[in-house]
């Protein structure tokens, strides 16, 4: 009889994947900290995204050149991620930020995991649970005490329309890192993260002419919270920590959870990046804020951890069982965890191996 335990010392394969998760969120967390007074001294937000994506793919180039199969293996794959996982989800959020608080950006940034739900129920007609539906409506109403409609949307709402993009373009994010793995053609994470940074910088660098951009500003001074300090220390943590550390850990991550379960952990980043820029940057949320941003985290965690939509299960004629197989796996909603995942595909693959038999 042999142990499913992993050797002493080595973590398993999910507590990998939850340590990584927790990384990523934490350093994904300081990127709007660290490119606002870059921003505030007078870089356009778009050429202050370029420095971020393009000096991350300098970084990486060596492991882009190591990896260059996964050109030929999944072009579709690399240049779907460098479009919506770089360069969307960063243009959409640094455009946010310069218009409304980076903790108010990020909490509606994390309404992505309900839109990704509405896109499954309304635009695929897959089934959702309840759970997932309720996770979702919980979200929409955080992010109305947010923007305090109220009050005829108090914050900017070019703002708050690219803070939306961005939680549209972090869907893009989970679901490509997970395809990665999948298929009869994976590619290696290491190579997406690289490939996608190097492609989101090609397109950046079309629209956002960085040498229309004054990089002198670099090797001045910036300030931070009303302290003075060199620029190219933000800018150095934007591009090693915010960005190479953060997209590496986040798409294995990923491949070692599920996209439902690494989002749940990634709702951490709004935590971090609210308390970053409370201590570092001043900004200072109110009550509705603070109440809103809970509900949209509380909202997207119930929409992600749901349980599984139960699927009645009939042997009509010319039914086979790879269809009742086919019936489970998209009984799974979006928002489904792994385990609901592994439990509905396995209850429809046996009750259609039941219904074989029978015939």
């Known amino acids: 009889m042999h142990s499913s335990k992993p050797p002493l010392g080595r973590p398993s394969g999910r507590t990998l994947g939850l340590t990584l998760a927790l990384v990523s ?34 970084v990486l180039l060596p492991l882009a050149y190591r ?29 946010a930020i310069s218009r409304i608080p980076v903790g108010v950006a990020l909490l509606i940034e994390y309404l992505g995991p309900p839109l990704l739900i509405g896109y499954v129920r309304f ?92 990089w002198s500003k670099l090797g001045g001074d910036v300030v931070m919270n009303g302290h003075t ?3 190219l220390l933000p800018a150095a943590w934007m591009v090693l920590i915010a960005t190479v550390l953060a997209y590496l850990t986040g798409v294995v991550a990923v491949r070692h959870l599920s996209p439902p379960v690494a989002g749940v952990v990634a709702n951490l980043e709004a935590v971090v990046a609210t308390v970053l820029a409370w201590v570092l940057l001043g900004e200072h949320l109110g009550l509705p804020q603070v109440t809103g941003g809970l509900l949209v985290l509380a909202g997207a965690f119930a929409a ?48 259609g191996e039941a219904l074989e038999k029978e015939r």
């Not at 967390?29 to 870089?43: D, N, Q, R």
């Not at 199969?69 to 919506?84: M, N, Q, S, W």
């Not at 996770?135 to 409609?149: D, F, I, P, Q």
């Open 304 to 351: 992600q951890a749901s349980k599984p939509v139960a699927v009645e299960i009939t042997g009509t004629a010319g039914t086979t069982g790879r269809d009742v197989e086919d019936a489970g796996r998209a009984a799974v909603p979006a928002g489904a965890t792994a385990l609901g995942e592994r439990l509905a595909r396995a209850a429809g693959a046996e009750a």
């Open 67 to 95: 990896h260059r199969d996964a050109v030929l293996r999944r072009p579709g794959l690399l240049i779907g991620f460098g479009l919506l996982a770089v360069a969307g989800v960063q243009a959409c959020y640094f455009a």
């Open 123 to 214: 635009v695929q007609r897959r089934p959702i649970s309840r759970g997932a539906a309720i996770g979702a409506g919980v979200a929409v109403a955080g992010l109305a005490c947010v923007v305090e409609v109220w009050n005829g949307l108090s914050f900017d709402l070019l703002g708050v329309l690219f803070a939306l993009g961005a939680a549209c373009c972090q869907v893009g994010y989970f679901v490509l890192a997970d395809a990665g793995s999948r298929g009869d053609r994976p590619v290696d994470p290491i190579a997406v993260s690289a490939y996608g940074l190097l492609i989101g910088s090609v397109v950046l660098t079309a629209f956002t002419r960085p040498w229309q951009a004054d």
């Open 229 to 231: 300090l060199p620029a």
């Open 25 to 58: 969120a934490i350093a994904f967390g300081g990127s709007g900290t660290a490119a606002k007074p870059l921003i505030e001294a007078g870089l356009s937000p778009l050429h202050v995204v370029w420095l971020r994506v393009t000096g991350a793919a300098v």
